[in-house]
Nanobody, 118 residues
Framework: QVQLVESGGGLVQAGGSLRLSCAAS????????MGWFRQAPGKEREFVAR????????YYADSVKGRYTISRDNAKNTVYLQMNSLKPEDTAVYYC???????????WGQGTQVTVSS
């Protein structure tokens, strides 16, 4: 069983930055694909970014490409999401997810709120 706990959310002005962290329990972390998703009020959950087990391959949604960076530290069982040039439309609850493949992200965190004011 893997447990994921997000942190780092908060309130920031447009143009600002935040870094989210997702701490994972379990010995399989380094073999797992990890991803970030978000859900804005009244909208469906959407993909943001994902990273391969060794951190060599990353993939981003077009809406965040060039502004967000996903990374991981397998020694710390932690995945990060650096968010720069934040926009009000980035406001959402951000979720961390992990699993053996990008189509099998079986484990989810509880989410962390990110609010970007204009």
């Amino acid at each position: 069983q893997v447990q994921l706990v997000e942190s780092g959310g908060g309130l920031v002005q447009a143009g600002g930055s935040l870094r989210l962290s997702c701490a994972a329990s379990g010995r399989t972390f380094s073999s797992y694909v990890m991803g970030w998703f978000r859900q804005a009020p009244g909208k469906e959950r959407e993909f943001v970014a994902r990273i391969s087990g060794r951190g060599l391959i990353t993939y981003y949604a077009d809406s965040v490409k060039g502004r967000y960076t996903i990374s991981r530290d397998n020694a710390k069982n932690t995945v990060y999401l650096q968010m720069n040039s934040l926009k009000p439309e980035d406001t959402a609850v951000y979720y961390c997810a992990g699993g053996p493949s990008s189509s099998s992200l079986n484990y989810w965190g509880q989410g962390t709120q990110v609010t970007v004011s204009s």
